[in-house]
């Protein structure tokens, strides 16, 4: 006869793991604790313009990375697969420019872009043409241009240098993925399957996964694009604008430094006056294609072996179309 005393419930139950909120309630109780000294820290100056920038990254981004991840989930539950073999050209070759062109009818940035063009490949469509949507969207759509035609008043030629050298950019990329992309290359993260579930409930399923994915790196690029902000001397830039390669190369890497919001970065390129029209072009068309956040948010979404590949292919093409565009236009 076994005299083994049975396991008591608590025994039996499954292991209790700390979760998200355990965490960010104990972050919660420790600022509270520490509040004194970081707020001595808070004061001093470099770590003031830190917080700043920070701050104004997510605050720019956050509401068009939800707008991003909604459509993502509505295309996700809601929109079947047939409807994209409808929508775009069967060709491949044809598909990259139609979705290029889609990007036109997107309010968004380039937060929201990322989730969804991470969706539009789980539904079938072809990685080429996801890709070419998620470059033209940000910085084609009518809001982004319209405050590029505020920001350089008496300059509508600027406008229209930005849309088209980005749509151009945005269909060379597609067309270099069709050439020489590989499928193994994008590694989108497991999704819980939907199929079993309600509508509804598959809708905030597939909200929670994007914004843990998107959002989590989108913080990670908004530390690094601030930590850049506080280290690069401004007078760099100023001995960088009298030479015309030197400036194109120096905004164009400032653009991925500073991840500034396609909706807001017209504004920030009119405001660097020293630098030629050219240059402000490259920076206005790199920014909502390639920058710290942009990167991040890559690869957790399409994973590192194809930010590693895209980030640098996409920022070569994109300053040299926007030189030759930015040449012959203004």
């Not at 993260?189 to 998107?214: G, N, T």
Request: aromatic share 8%; with cysteine.
């Amino acid at each position: 006869m076994d005299w083994t005393p049975p396991p008591s419930p608590r025994a039996a139950g499954p292991e209790r793991r700390i979760g998200s909120l355990e965490v960010l309630a104990g972050l919660l109780v420790l600022l509270v604790v520490l509040r004194g000294p970081l707020a001595g820290l808070v004061s001093a100056p470099g770590l003031q313009t830190w917080t700043t920038v920070f701050v104004s990254v997510l605050v720019q981004a956050a509401p068009f990375l939800a707008f991003g991840v909604a459509l993502s989930a509505v295309i996700a539950v809601y929109v079947p697969r047939s409807f994209w073999a409808r929508a775009l050209p069967g060709h491949p070759a044809l598909a990259v420019p139609a979705a290029g062109l889609a990007g036109v009818v997107l309010p968004g940035c380039e937060c929201g872009s990322v989730p969804i063009a991470g969706s539009l490949i789980r539904r079938g469509v072809t990685p080429a043409a996801a890709l070419a949507f998620l470059l033209a969207a940000p910085a084609i759509n009518p809001i982004v241009l319209t405050a590029t035609v505020v920001a350089f008043p008496g300059r509508p030629e600027v406008a229209v240098a930005r849309g088209l050298a980005s749509l151009v950019v945005a269909v060379l990329i597609g067309w270099l993925w069709l050439r020489l992309g590989r499928t193994e290359w994008i590694r989108l993260p497991h999704r819980p399957e939907l199929d079993d579930l309600s509508r509804a409930r598959a809708f905030w399923a597939a909200c929670r996964h994007d914004v843990l994915h998107a959002g989590g790196f989108l913080v990670i690029g908004a530390a690094a694009a601030a930590t850049i902000n506080v280290v690069v001397p401004e007078a760099w830039l100023t001995g960088l604008a009298a030479n015309a390669v030197l400036s194109v190369i120096a905004l164009a890497v400032l653009a991925v430094l500073l991840s500034i919001c396609s909706e807001a970065d017209a504004f920030v390129a009119a405001s660097l006056s020293q630098f030629s029209l050219t240059s402000r072009l490259v920076f206005l068309v790199v920014g909502p294609m390639v920058d710290l956040k942009l990167i991040s948010m890559q690869t957790g979404v399409f994973g590192r072996r194809f930010a590693s590949r895209f980030a640098p292919a996409t920022f070569v093409v994109a300053v040299l179309v926007g030189t030759v565009v930015g040449v012959m236009l203004l």
